[in-house]
């Protein structure tokens, strides 16, 4: 068995926005109206797609000075590397480069079921919410792999049961997409058909084979956004899934 882990890293990556074919429009540098495909911009080393053009989805009078109504859709580009990422609430606790502690004492052993059991937290969080009580604790939790997907904001998200036995309850661990995750994003990729580049609008959901076991390790997180009213332990419109998450995952061993 092999470990997977988020590593630091300075690498960035910068995208120069060209003119795109067939549209007059300012892109906060000039007024142009291309028609080459080799003056498009290159995402993920292929010119911008064509249909990102049509005026009914985007209105590019207005799109680059005003990030108008339609937002771009996610570019994939590699298994680390996305570009216009629309992540929000609580992006530095999501992304938070924390190290696991050496001490394995100081890490839990948790499954799906025994997260799905956990109360709410000690106190309301909101998008703007730091890290509390729970949340700064590190878990390894156990399970086995029922769902894959890209989120709108980048991360892989990995759904996990139990491994063995028939107790309800499914925990989401989400992966951001920055180089020091590389090693973790692209085993998970490895389980899939996936070609890059792809680019999405919303969440993608990922097809694979076998449904492996596996372990991640991780600082709990309170997902904001999927809690009900009552601030209860099951999302509200995925009532079999928990609220509480895996966030960033930091390791990850495949059984």
């Given amino acids: 068995m092999r470990w997977a882990s988020a590593e630091r890293s300075s690498r960035a990556v910068s995208l120069t926005k060209k003119p795109i074919e ?10 142009k109206t291309c028609r080459a495909a080799a003056d498009r911009p290159r995402l993920g080393g292929v010119p911008a797609p064509l249909y990102l053009l049509e005026k009914s989805k985007f209105p590019f009078k207005s799109y680059w000075s005003t990030a108008a109504a339609t937002p771009m859709p996610l570019i994939v580009v590699s298994p680390w590397e996305c570009r216009d990422i629309h992540g929000k609430g609580r992006w530095a606790v999501k992304t938070d480069p924390s190290i696991p502690p050496a001490n394995q004492g100081a890490i839990q052993a948790v499954t799906p079921s025994d997260v799905f059991s956990w109360p709410r937290p000690d106190a309301p969080l909101t998008m703007q919410s730091e890290r509390t009580g729970i949340e700064n604790k590190w878990f390894a939790l156990t399970g086995r792999v029922v769902e894959l997907k890209v989120e709108a904001d980048g991360d892989l998200h990995i759904a996990l049961h139990d491994a063995t036995g028939d107790k309800p309850g499914v925990v989401v661990c989400e992966i951001p997409a920055k180089p020091q995750w590389c090693e973790i994003r692209t085993t998970v990729f ?41 601030q209860g332990n099951r999302r509200k419109y995925m009532p079999d899934y928990a609220v509480w998450e895996i966030h960033p995952v930091m390791k990850m061993e495949v059984q």
């Fill in 190 to 230: 490895s389980w899939t058909p996936t070609r890059f580049p792809f680019h999405t609008g919303s969440a993608k959901k990922l097809t694979f084979g076998q449904s492996p076991i596996i372990t991640v390790i991780g600082k709990a997180y309170w997902d904001v956004g999927h809690a009900p009213k009552d």
């Fill in 22 to 31: 067939g549209q007059a429009f300012n892109c906060g540098f000039y007024e």
